[in-house]
């Protein structure tokens, strides 16, 4: 469990749909999400997140940029860029890996968090994102 910032109630009715084939990277990201009063739910794969989305509608989503299946967190953002009612929904990109800080930002994503991830990082993007939302 992570130990809550000072702010428990911080992601407060924020809901978060965290999507990676690693169930212990999703049992970590939800632990940090609930720890700070957020709502998290998680997808192992981008056809199983979108799917999920189109019934939960999340405030936020927190995906792995290298995921398997043959679908990447690329896919699953063009997916949502492209039109309907989750067109809006912000998408934070994550990866390990050197380099796809660089390719998040050539794309539409909203934010990149570098894994492994950082608990106070993770609740300032999420809150950012939501709130640029919001406006």
């Given at each position: 469990?992570?130990?809550?910032m000072?702010?428990s109630?911080?992601l407060?009715?924020?809901?978060?749909?965290?999507?990676?084939?690693?169930?212990?990277?999703?049992?970590?990201?939800?632990?940090?999400?609930?720890?700070?009063?957020?709502?998290?739910?998680?997808?192992?794969?981008a056809?199983?997140a979108?799917?999920?989305?189109?019934?939960?509608?999340?405030?936020?989503?927190?995906?792995?940029?290298?995921?398997?299946?043959g679908?990447?967190?690329?896919?699953?953002?063009?997916?949502?860029?492209?039109?309907g009612?989750l067109?809006?929904?912000?998408?934070?990109?994550?990866?390990?890996?050197?380099?796809?800080?660089?390719?998040?930002?050539?794309?539409?994503?909203?934010?990149?968090?570098?894994?492994?991830?950082?608990p106070?990082?993770l609740?300032?993007?999420?809150?950012?994102?939501v709130d640029?939302?919001?406006?």
């Amino acid at each position: 469990m992570v130990a809550p910032m000072a702010a428990s109630r911080l992601l407060d009715r924020v809901h978060v749909l965290i999507v990676d084939e690693d169930p212990a990277t999703c049992a970590v990201l939800a632990d940090i999400v609930t720890a700070h009063g957020g709502v998290a739910n998680v997808a192992a794969s981008a056809d199983r997140a979108v799917e999920f989305a189109a019934v939960v509608r999340p405030s936020v989503v927190v995906s792995d940029l290298r995921l398997g299946g043959g679908k990447s967190g690329v896919w699953l953002l063009d997916q949502f860029r492209g039109g309907g009612a989750l067109a809006s929904v912000p998408v934070i990109a994550m990866s390990a890996f050197a380099g796809d800080d660089a390719l998040a930002g050539s794309l539409p994503f909203s934010a990149f968090v570098r894994k492994p991830v950082d608990p106070r990082e993770l609740c300032a993007l999420i809150l950012g994102v939501v709130d640029r939302r919001a406006r």
